[in-house]
């Protein structure tokens, strides 16, 4: 088996023998190699109404107290809104739901057709047909380059019964975890 050696050198990578920069490129295509599951952040306002954001880097923080996180760039339509949310949920996308994931991650932000939506909580709007959702109050904020790291404390939590797989993101790619195979061919 042949080994490929990545190693850092200030700015620069080995990788496969071969001096690289590291860019931004670099990053998304060795970063892509670590696939994620996808969640829409949703969260309301008077002013813009319900609205989410396809997302991969929602984390699990802490357990005591109930931390979760995810990373908004800076220059997102939806940051400045996000940063104003009294409270944000995380649905987390299953196998089947790749038209949900590409309508959250599109450019023209148009509203969600009414039966995306289920029932709300606390006023934070909730997806339908997800695996769950977990309702959060916003609880730091945090520097991360081009992103704003957001932390939320977890106040409320569903789990949706059934069977259902979850949508997989992998190089750049939505994944079917349960026959393993690329359903799509572009970012969204
Ligand atoms: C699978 C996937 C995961 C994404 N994850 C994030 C993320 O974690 N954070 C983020 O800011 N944007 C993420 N995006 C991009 C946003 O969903 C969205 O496409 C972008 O904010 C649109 O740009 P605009 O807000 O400038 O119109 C992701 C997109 C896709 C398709």
């Keep these: 088996m042949r080994m ?5 050198r200030g700015e620069f990578c080995f990788s496969g023998g071969m001096l690289k920069k590291v860019d931004s490129a670099g990053l998304r295509q060795v970063m892509g190699n670590f696939a994620t599951g996808i969640a829409v952040a949703t969260a309301r ?18 357990l005591d107290p109930p931390l979760v996180l ?26 089947g739901q790749e038209k949900v994931s590409r309508h959250f991650a599109d450019r023209h932000h148009n509203p969600a057709p009414k039966n995306m939506w289920g029932t709300p909580q ?13 309702l959060c109050k916003p609880h730091a904020l945090h520097e ?14 569903h789990k949706n019964a059934g069977a259902k797989e979850p949508l997989i993101y992998f190089h ?7 026959e393993a195979k690329v359903t799509s061919g572009s970012r969204k």
């Excluded at 490929?4 to 850092?8: D, G, P």
């Excluded at 306002?45 to 802490?62: M, Q, R």
């Excluded at 081009?146 to 977890?154: A, P, Y």
Aim: net charge positive.
């Design 4 to 8: 490929i050696i990545v190693e850092w």
């Design 45 to 62: 306002n008077e002013k813009i109404g319900s609205f989410g954001l396809t997302v991969n880097s929602l984390t699990s923080l802490s």
């Design 70 to 95: 995810f990373c908004v760039e800076k220059s997102a339509f939806l940051h400045p809104h996000f940063k104003r949310a009294k409270y944000f949920a995380f649905n987390i996308l299953s196998a």
């Design 122 to 134: 606390k006023e934070c709007p909730i997806l339908r047909g997800t695996l769950g959702w977990v």
């Design 144 to 157: 991360g380059g081009d992103h704003t790291i957001f932390v939320g404390e977890v106040i409320g939590l």
């Design 172 to 178: 750049g790619r939505y994944r079917d975890l349960a």
